[in-house]
Structure formats: structure tokens, C-alpha cells
């Protein structure tokens, strides 16, 4: 199983999240004040405030909570904290362990999940990097901006694939847009950027995915975990 790297300090973690933020706003992944980051902490997490723009995020700013998501400073949290603590608890026994979690409203990823229906996954193996970097990605069902169905639908589909052998690092909510978690913010928004290239090429062409073979050579050459 894969061992997860050290925590961030709190010095770090408050830093990274600001500048993954103005990344993130100025490649267009994010608008207004949509999507959030957070960062698990030795004891607590990181999390940007509620209608913040991650455009221009300050670090001082940030919300604080403790281990039971209560908050101890900053301004007021957003509320995906539910869901991100969720995601945060059911990876931590997979060898995909979150340490960071992104959610956007990435355009192309919105524009899959509206043209997909009720599809169990976003996306087919159309990529090696998107099959190595990302992975399968569960099409949860619509539920409205912060719904505890949603946080609880999510981890059942972290449980669920871990259990399968297909441990995931993303989900996508049907209509609002991806959660993806990582080791870092800069692994994380790593991961964001293939899922996201990858649903623009699938709503330029829709090729054909790889075959079981090609898929399963990437397994035993890298170790991926399609």
C-alpha cells in the first residue's frame, strides 16, 4: 500500500492553497467564487472560506478547524468541508490517501457530466496519462451544493473501488464538478489538469478507448490501478 508523504506545516499548507488557488482561477478551472480547496493537517484542516474567489485567497484568511471540523479561526469555512472530511476518512485506508482535496466547476468536466446521463464513469481509458495520473472517476448521482447524500454517496464509491482493487484519486458530482485529492495541493491540481484535458478531448472527438490489453500493459509497466 502506498505510504502517504508528511503532512504540510500549517505555514506551508496556508501557502500552497493560496497559490494553487490563483492557478487554478487563472487557467479558468474555477470562476467567480466557485470550488475550494483543503488540506489535512497533523491535527485539523485547512480549508478556503465560503464564497471565497481562489483567485485571491489570503493566507491568514483561511479557515482552521480541528479534527471534528470545528472551525478555530479565519474566516467561515466553506461548507464542502463535510464532504471533504468524508473523502479524507474513507481514502485513508486505500493506497489512494487524500492529504488535499480540490473541487472546480473545470468546464469540460461539467460538459461531460451534463451529456452523460446516468453513466456509473465520467470517462473511458482514453489516455495512458489519464489512466495512469487519474484513474476511474464515479459519475455520482445530482444532489444539490453541500447535500450529505452526496459526501455519504462519495464514500461508499471510494469504499467500494478500494475494495474492487481500483482505488480512485476523483469523483465527479453530477452538474456542479470534479473532487479530486492528492498528497499535495501540487499533486492534486496535477491530477485536476490531466482530468480535465482529458474530458476536453472527449467532447472534441470521442475516440475509441483503449483496449483491455493496452489497459493492462499500463498495469504491469506502471502499476496503474484501472
Not at 494553487?20 to 479558468?28: H, K, P, S
Not at 473523502?87 to 473541487?103: D, G, W
Not at 467500494?160 to 484519486?169: C, D, F, N, S
Request: glycine share 6%; proline share 8%.
Amino acid at each position: 500500500m502506498t505510504t502517504a508523504t508528511p503532512y504540510l506545516s500549517e505555514a506551508e499548507a496556508r501557502a500552497e492553497i493560496c497559490r494553487v488557488g490563483r492557478e487554478l482561477f487563472a487557467r479558468g478551472y474555477v470562476h467567480a467564487t466557485a470550488g475550494n480547496i483543503s488540506v489535512k493537517l497533523a491535527q485539523g484542516f485547512l480549508i478556503t472560506p465560503t464564497d471565497a474567489c481562489l483567485g485571491n485567497l489570503a493566507p491568514e484568511r483561511l479557515a482552521l478547524l480541528d479534527d471534528q471540523g470545528q472551525q478555530l479561526s479565519g474566516d467561515r469555512a466553506s461548507k464542502t468541508i463535510v464532504l471533504h472530511r468524508r473523502i479524507y476518512e474513507a481514502s485513508a485506508a486505500t493506497p489512494t490517501p487524500a492529504r488535499c482535496v480540490i473541487h472546480t466547476h473545470s468546464t469540460h468536466l461539467v460538459a461531460c457530466s451534463l451529456q452523460g446521463g446516468s453513466v456509473d464513469e465520467l470517462l473511458p481509458a482514453l489516455t495512458p496519462y489519464f489512466v495512469m495520473k487519474v484513474g476511474r472517476v464515479p459519475h455520482i448521482p445530482y444532489h444539490r451544493p453541500g447535500a450529505p447524500a452526496a459526501a455519504e454517496a462519495v464514500a461508499q464509491a471510494i469504499a467500494a473501488y478500494a475494495q474492487a482493487g481500483r482505488p480512485i484519486r476523483a469523483i465527479m458530482l453530477a452538474r456542479l464538478g470534479p473532487n479530486v485529492w492528492h498528497d499535495t495541493p501540487a499533486a492534486a491540481m496535477a491530477t485536476l489538469e490531466e482530468l480535465e484535458e482529458t474530458a476536453r478531448l472527449w467532447t472534441l472527438v470521442q475516440p475509441a478507448p483503449l483496449t483491455e490489453p493496452q489497459i493492462d500493459e499500463l498495469r504491469q509497466t506502471f502499476g496503474a490501478h484501472w
